[in-house]
């Protein structure tokens, strides 16, 4: 089992950086692809993107392609989404999730079986 917090949101401007962070506990983690994905006020929750339990891979949506990076420490049981050049079309919840281990998860919230409690990114001027 794993549990995962969310930390790292805030309000900022367009243009600024975020970095948020997920961090775990549990048995899991270095063998779990961690996805995030996002809910805006009214909409329905969008994949953000993914990085493999190596982290030798990482998968973009199209809106956060070129400003979005994800990366993880397995020792620290962390994944680091660093947010860039940030656009008030960003502003949501985040929340990150674990898939099944040694699973790719994809885009489907379905494949995703830990769920951590989001955090909010708000941009506006």
């Known amino acids: 089992q794993l549990q995962l917090v969310e930390s790292g949101g805030g309000s900022v401007q367009p243009g600024d950086s975020l970095t948020l962070l997920c961090s775990a506990s549990?048995?899991?983690?270095?063998?779990?692809?961690i996805g995030w994905f996002r809910q805006a006020p009214g909409k329905d929750r969008e994949f953000v993107g993914a990085?493999?339990?190596?982290?030798?891979?990482?998968y973009y949506a199209d809106p956060v392609k070129g400003r979005f990076t994800f990366s993880r420490d397995n020792a620290k049981k962390t994944v680091f989404l660093q947010m860039n050049s940030l656009k008030p079309a960003d502003t949501a919840i985040y929340s990150c999730?674990?898939?099944?281990?040694?699973?790719?998860?994809?885009?489907?919230?379905?494949?995703?079986?830990?769920w951590g409690q989001g955090t909010q990114v708000t941009i506006s001027s």
């Open positions: 999730a674990s898939g099944r281990p040694y699973t790719s998860g994809g885009r489907d919230p379905k494949n995703y079986i830990y």
């Open positions: 990085i493999s339990w190596t982290g030798r891979s990482t």
């Open positions: 549990g048995t899991t983690f270095s063998s779990s692809t």
